[in-house]
């Protein structure tokens, strides 16, 4: 009998905050009256559920005395024991399928009430917003000294409703200030599947998808900014899928004006045939070596059927991530070991000799041109405030008209707090043609004000 008061307070419960979520009398009189009636049908059967199980315990204590008056006949028991269970069992399961059918009934119908009032307060329709401030000084022996403002970021994020989130990203540099992200993105859609619209980072690769201040080292790998065009800004549509299996599993799609903030083929402005688009599909799964030990794998395929300035020939860019990470139990992340690769594959037909500085009457000759890359890059945890790390990077020339380009960089991360941190680091750039060797010391300085949601992450 314990089950039925909980139904009857939860019931209580939810219809006073209903009430007290929709005041307007005008507007949800109608509904009000309609959960009221349900709430009387509701309270009927409770009653019919309770007579029902006071007949059942009669009916039980009057077997009880018919046993004890038989005193050790063993046919009474034989055949009132199993009787006595049913009941009981029948009993539970009517009280909790009640129960429930109860709970979901009025959570259905205050549900709009609820995401009402949670917007009942004024502070509420603020947004999460943040600040980041990185900044960089450099020297190298070819560009000499330079102290760079390399980017005042701010990030708002909020709820909409219910059922989608947005979010923008505004990005301030010394030369230009530009809406760098602003996307909206569903949270509710049925079968694990998400949507993503707008202008945002697309889902190709590891490191493409980072932020530079979020990057694990100062600059961004030479065979991103190479292949994919820096960051992995596209303006366009995007859809994950959450596979329904045991393993960890999800899939990307997506349909984009181009990819690579930087990306110089194709003009973001102006409009074009569906063949001109760049496709988009990426597979990454999760395995947990142990409880220490773990590995992320991803495969990203990009594709435009036709690049207009390439004489209208497919380009296709693919990519292989891999990341180790030694995270031991008890050190709160703070100490350990991660290992990350990328490799890319990029296919395109280019002019022989590249495209010409100036313009030129002389018809280009295309050829198919093949080209990889990859960086790697190993940072062992060895203090909760000292992090040093080793990059090393390997890209070809896309047209093949030069060598490749070879860098190394050690580093040093100094966390000042989760907040703030500064990096130093050493590159030895040694790119094709003579006299192109470089080396570089960068001391980057990054903060963050405020609430910024994608910063200084390592996935």
């Known amino acids: 009998m314990g089950t039925v008061p909980g139904c009857r307070s939860l019931v209580a419960f939810a219809v006073a905050a209903a009430l007290v979520a929709c005041p307007a009398p005008a507007a ?3 509904a009000v009256e309609s959960l009221r009636r349900d709430l009387e049908t509701m309270k009927r059967r409770l009653s019919e ?5 006071r007949q059942q315990q009669e009916m039980i204590r009057k077997q009880e005395a018919v046993i004890e008056k038989l005193g050790g006949a063993r046919a009474a028991p034989a055949t009132a024991e199993p009787a006595a269970p049913p009941a009981a069992a029948a009993k539970t399961a009517d009280e909790e399928r009640l129960q ?3 709970t979901e009934n009025v959570l259905r119908r205050i549900q709009p009430s609820l995401a009402a009032a949670n917007k009942t307060f004024p502070s509420q329709f603020n947004p999460a917003i943040g600040f980041i401030i990185d900044s960089v000084a450099s020297y190298s022996n070819k560009d000499r000294a330079n102290f760079e403002f390399r980017s005042g970021e701010v990030g708002i994020s909020a709820s909409v409703d219910p059922f989608v989130r947005g979010y923008a990203i505004l990005n301030g540099t010394a030369d230009d200030f530009e809406v760098e992200e602003a996307a909206i993105v569903t949270t509710s859609l049925p079968y694990n599947l998400a949507l993503k619209g707008g202008r945002f980072f697309a889902d190709f690769g590891r490191l493409s998808k980072f932020h530079d201040h979020d990057l694990p080292f100062v600059n961004r790998p030479i065979v991103l900014d190479t292949y994919v065009g820096g960051e992995s800004q596209a303006d366009g ?3 994950s899928y959450l596979v329904p299996i045991p393993h960890y599993l999800t899939l990307t799609a997506g349909a984009y004006n181009k990819l690579g903030g930087e990306n110089a083929r194709v003009d973001n ?3 074009r045939d ?8 990426r597979a990454a799964t999760f395995f947990g070596l142990s409880d220490a030990n ?3 794998l991803g495969a990203s395929l990009a594709g435009t059927p036709s690049v207009k300035i390439e004489n209208d020939q497919p380009r296709y860019l693919t990519g292989f991530d891999l990341t180790y990470r030694y995270l031991p139990l008890g050190e709160a992340g703070y100490r350990g070991l991660i290992w990350g690769t990328e490799v890319l594959w990029n296919q395109e037909h280019r002019p022989v000799g590249g495209f010409p500085e100036e313009p030129s009457d002389t018809p280009l000759v295309f050829k198919r041109r093949d080209s990889v890359g990859l960086y790697t890059y190993v940072e062992p945890r060895i203090t909760r405030r000292l992090n040093p790390g080793f990059l090393f990077e390997w890209v070809q020339d896309v047209d093949h008209a030069a060598g490749d380009t070879i860098a190394y960089s050690p580093y040093l991360t100094v966390w000042a707090s989760e907040f703030q941190r500064i990096r ?4 030895r750039l040694e790119a094709p043609g003579a006299g192109n060797e470089d080396n570089q010391f960068f001391l980057q300085w990054t903060v963050i004000l405020g609430s910024h949601v994608h910063s200084f992450r390592d996935r």
């Not at 559920?49 to 199980?53: D, S, Y």
């Not at 569906?274 to 599909?281: A, D, H, N, Q, R």
């Not at 130093?424 to 590159?427: N, S």
């Open 28 to 30: 949800d009189d109608q």
């Open 49 to 53: 559920i309770e007579e029902l199980t």
């Open 100 to 102: 429930k059918q109860v």
């Open 237 to 239: 549509i995007e859809a």
């Open 269 to 271: 402005t102006v409009a």
């Open 274 to 281: 569906y063949s001109e688009f760049t496709f988009l599909g």
């Open 294 to 296: 773990s590995i992320d």
């Open 424 to 427: 130093l680091q050493y590159t």
